[in-house]
């Protein structure tokens, strides 16, 4: 009956920690989600039988759940490729929170406490860093449709959020369990208003800068461009490229002024390109140039797939494909490309790939499984990366930042940009995949912290999902419907002020990474010496 019980308790608290990510502004049950766990892990662990073994199931069914219900969506592209992420994610999720456990038993609560933070925090930080990052439900992106109450995301970024939810959950199950085992009334309040605090005083300092926040920044006029084309009907099959080219090119014409100063239009929105002859020999890209002659301070962002040749002397890289006629071999890059009123074109190559997706994770031990690849970019094998992305700039107005698609959910790689001089953030993505589901909005929503952490405007084009303008406080100021044909204008502002969290990053994840490694170091010193004592000889 227990077990049973604990396992319900376990349900629950994925289904609370999974309302953010499928109904927007539902974070303040962030707060106590993980209450009916640590309840559920409680009684468990009273069990005169009681195994640690026993403790690690409960947490992962809270994992598996959560995941299941937040990202579901990934099963519009491939159904065994969603459940094996959510298995492995909640896997290891439930292995972060289960380690706990052992500090627990060899410590006592409060260290296990302390511990789970840090490893918890720790593990967040590696999931954005590592070679197979998956930083899609970090628990600080629960407020991505909260962005009132998280304003100091400028100086911690959002792993300062997951720190609030966590410590707000053991303060309010503490106060709980109080109460329910009538302790001491003095003990039981003292809980009660340190949970109080730990969430009101962010709260109120946020709504604080959120209230006198003030736009910074010279004036630019943007339009931005959402095609609409359908990625599994049109983008790669029953559409050609020129229908394609003269879809977007129209909505550009019609919606274009003698103020716009950008034009920004979806990632791969171009058919792929050859980087050595971009002008001198592709024709598709005449009526463009026709446009920006019409509209001499016009400057054009788009995104495409381009192509790299490896010379005779060059080296052949992991991820190099070979051409058709097998005559020489080639890199593929999903690119930003900005051609200005010069004809000058600059690219910028993504950094961050979808693994399974746009590259085939360990290439050098895995090459073999690359036509497994699930390919969402009319693209038949692993992508390349090289080096730092390139900026882009606007006249004198100042520079832009290109993220395209899976970048805009890393903090810290959106802040390097600023840090390097960027006034502006661009986001170019194609959020079809997803069709009508949560995926698109959690996407954008994203984007909105990013905002706030660099405190620059951020200027959003889909394919199809969801384009807009975002300001410098996370506030969306102009949408597309999902999934419509439109093109949307505004002016927005070049800040070039720079945050305590573009100065410093990710800075609680590094300092949980070394207290998770002491920890560990520690209870490895104490296990020794406790061998040692036993077998003084």
Not at 75 to 94: C, D, F, K, Q, R
Not at 393 to 418: D, Q, W
Request: aromatic content about 14%; hydrophobic content about 45%; glycine content about 8%.
């Amino acid at each position: 009956m227990q077990k049973k019980l604990s396992f319900f308790l376990s349900a629950i608290s994925g289904i609370l920690l999974s309302l953010p990510w499928i109904f927007p502004g539902q974070s303040w049950t962030l707060f106590f989600a993980f209450c009916p766990l640590l309840f559920a892990e409680d009684q468990l662990a009273r069990q005169k039988d009681g195994r640690i073994s026993q403790l690690y199931l409960p947490a992962f069914l809270t994992f598996l759940i959560w995941n299941l219900l937040s990202t579901w969506w990934i099963a519009h592209v491939s159904l065994v490729g969603m459940l094996l992420i959510t298995e492995l994610n909640a896997t290891v999720m439930a292995s972060v929170w289960w380690s706990s456990q052992l500090v627990s038993r060899k410590l006592g609560l409060a260290s296990s406490t302390f511990s789970l933070i840090v490893f918890w925090l720790a593990f967040e930080f590696v999931q954005h860093n590592w070679a197979i990052p998956w930083p899609w439900l970090t628990l600080g992106n629960g407020f991505a449709n909260s962005v009132e109450i998280v304003q100091w995301y400028e100086f911690t970024g959002i792993l300062g959020g997951s720190l609030w939810i966590l410590l707000s959950n053991f303060l309010v199950y503490s106060t709980i369990k109080n109460f329910i085992q009538r302790s001491s009334f003095l003990k039981s309040i003292k809980f009660a208003g340190l949970a109080l605090l730990v969430v009101i005083i962010p709260l109120f300092g946020s709504l604080y800068l959120y209230a006198n926040y003030t736009e910074k920044g010279k004036l630019l006029e943007v339009l931005i461009l959402q095609p609409n084309i359908d990625p599994y009907k049109e983008k790669f099959s029953g559409m050609s490229s020129e229908e394609q080219i003269n879809r977007l090119l129209a909505l550009a014409e019609s919606n274009l002024t003698g103020s716009v100063k950008l034009v920004v239009a979806p990632e791969t929105a171009w058919p792929p390109l050859w980087e050595d002859s971009i002008f001198t020999q592709n024709q598709s890209l005449i009526p463009l140039s026709e446009i920006i002659q019409s509209y001499p301070e016009v400057n054009f962002i788009v995104g495409a797939i381009t192509q790299r040749k490896f010379g005779d002397e060059r080296v052949i890289s992991e991820t190099a494909q070979r051409s058709p006629d097998g005559s020489f071999y080639f890199d593929a890059f999903n690119s930003a490309l900005m051609i200005d009123q010069n004809q000058e074109i600059k690219i910028s190559h993504k950094s961050i790939l979808v693994n399974g997706v746009e590259r085939m994770p360990f290439q050098k031990y895995f090459s073999f499984l690359s036509k497994y690849l699930l390919h969402l970019g009319g693209t038949n094998s692993s992508l390349a990366v090289s080096g730092e992305p390139v900026l882009f700039s606007v006249n004198t107005s100042g520079k832009i930042g290109p993220v395209i698609c899976f970048e805009s959910a890393f903090g810290e790689y959106c802040s390097n940009l600023v840090k390097r001089g960027t006034n502006l953030l661009v986001v170019i993505t194609n959020d079809g995949w997803w069709r009508k589901s949560p995926g698109g909005w959690q996407h954008f929503g994203y984007s909105r912290l990013r905002a706030i952490e660099t405190r620059r405007t951020l200027v959003r084009s889909a394919n199809t999902g969801i384009s807009g303008f975002i300001n410098q406080r996370g506030e969306v100021l102009l949408k597309t419907g999902l999934n419509s044909y439109e093109a949307i204008r505004l002016s927005v502002r070049m800040n070039d002020k720079i945050t305590f969290y573009v100065r410093y990053g990710d800075f609680l994840g590094r300092i949980c990474l070394v207290l998770s490694g002491l920890t560990v170091l520690y209870l490895m010193m104490r296990y020794r010496n406790g061998k040692d004592k036993k077998n003084p000889h």
